[in-house]
């Protein structure tokens, strides 16, 4: 059947990767609506990012999707360019340092194994080669470290999405500042949309991208989607601390830091019994003094000496299942298709992710890369696919 209008909720970067990627298909000859409540993107996970990529995790599907996202990333001059305007990125690739204890060896030691069989190009460190090769970290306590040699680092990921909703427009995608209050679900079809400010949009395919208020848009269809809007907090920190060729650093006691032009990054889980759903976007500077700081200081000495400049928060869509993305169509709702609950990993997923939707709606099947794994299938069957390595 020929699909005249695909209406996707959401125009961050999940939401504009699928646009571009449906108008680029020459198969496809519909409508492109997206739906986007808040253009300036205030609130957006992907303006509010630290915007890293890595395929540094446990499954071999995320594997996959982060070597096509870096490709991806190393190319989007040339995939998203408009005329003789090639956006920059400014992506680095220093790679991810995941720092383990004894005790977390064994894991470790299996995703780095799962990792360079998926293509991965990952190298496990000593205690020994880690003092070596980074003489700032202190390893006492160390059993090893996992660091991607190539294919991880960081990028400007407000600069992804404005360039992906660009090249979309320039395609003939159409953006609609409103916010999607009811879907019209009729039989094991939606059938369209409601606006906040009373109309109803037909469409033929709807795409759930709404990011941490995916649950609330799948609940107006009658679903339970398993994701919620979860705080993190970022502190841009400046140091006279000199750390050399410094990755991104995870530390067993769960903060991480990297380098961000002058200054450093850093940032945390909530602490027990403190993740709330839809906290307010406020940095969180008691989990910085209280947990952050004093772990970060143990492990790198030269941050004894630091102040925060500045810091904000943004919301993980985090799926509370199994922390991994839902991608795909409801099963009883063939046409309402879903890209939720990527936990923190939404921005480096979106060019493989919006990829596989536009497969699905436009050929009815995934084409490249079989994303079936997280499907929502999974969900009703209770079968869940754990991702280990959250940050």
């Given at each position: ?63 996959a999707i982060g070597l096509f996202g870096i490709g991806f990333l190393r190319r989007v001059g040339d995939m998203l360019a408009l005329a003789d305007e090639r956006p920059e990125i400014g ?77 979309a427009v320039a395609q003939g995608a159409r953006y609609v500042a409103a916010e999607a209050m009811g879907l019209s679900v009729a039989g094991d079809s939606v059938t369209g949309v409601s ?197």
């Open positions: 059947m020929a699909l005249g209008r695909v209406v996707i909720i959401g125009g961050g970067a999940m939401g504009s990767a699928i646009a571009y990627w449906l108008t680029a298909d020459p198969a496809f000859a519909g409508e492109v609506v997206v739906l986007e409540r808040d253009p300036s993107y205030r609130e957006a996970s992907s303006a509010l990012s630290a915007s890293s990529i890595r395929q540094q995790f446990s499954t071999p599907v995320n594997i992506l680095v690739e220093p790679g991810y340092l995941f720092l383990a204890t004894a005790p977390g060896m064994a894991v470790l030691r299996a995703n780095h194994a799962l990792q360079v069989t998926h293509g991965a190009d990952v190298e496990l460190l000593t205690p020994t080669e880690l003092s070596r090769r980074y003489p700032w970290l202190t390893v006492g306590d160390l059993a090893g470290a996992a660091h991607g040699r190539t294919g991880e680092g960081w990028f400007d990921g407000y600069g992804l999405l404005r360039a992906f909703r660009a090249k606006l906040a400010d009373g109309t109803r949009l037909a469409g033929d395919a709807v795409v759930n991208a709404a990011g941490p208020w995916a649950g609330k848009v799948a609940a107006m269809a009658g679903v339970d989607l398993p994701v919620r809007a979860k705080a993190r907090s970022v502190f841009v920190l400046a140091s006279p601390a000199d750390l050399p060729d410094c990755p991104l650093v995870i530390d067993p006691s769960g903060f991480w830091v990297r380098p961000e032009g002058r200054h450093f990054i850093t940032g945390a889980p909530p602490r027990a019994g403190e993740d709330h759903d839809e906290l307010p976007l406020e940095p969180d500077h008691a989990l910085f003094e209280e947990v952050i700081w004093p772990a970060l200081a143990a492990r790198i000495p030269a941050f004894e000496q630091l102040r925060v400049v500045n810091a904000w928060a943004g919301y993980y869509e985090m799926n509370t299942f199994d922390q991994n993305g839902i991608v795909g169509p409801h099963p009883a709702i063939a046409n309402l298709y879903f890209a939720n609950g990527f936990s923190g990993h939404g921005i480096q997923q979106s060019p493989a992710v919006g990829r596989g939707i536009a497969e699905l709606i436009v050929h009815g099947r995934y084409r490249s890369l079989d994303l079936s794994p997280l499907g929502f299938e999974r969900l009703a069957a209770g079968r869940a696919l754990i991702e280990r390595n959250v940050i």
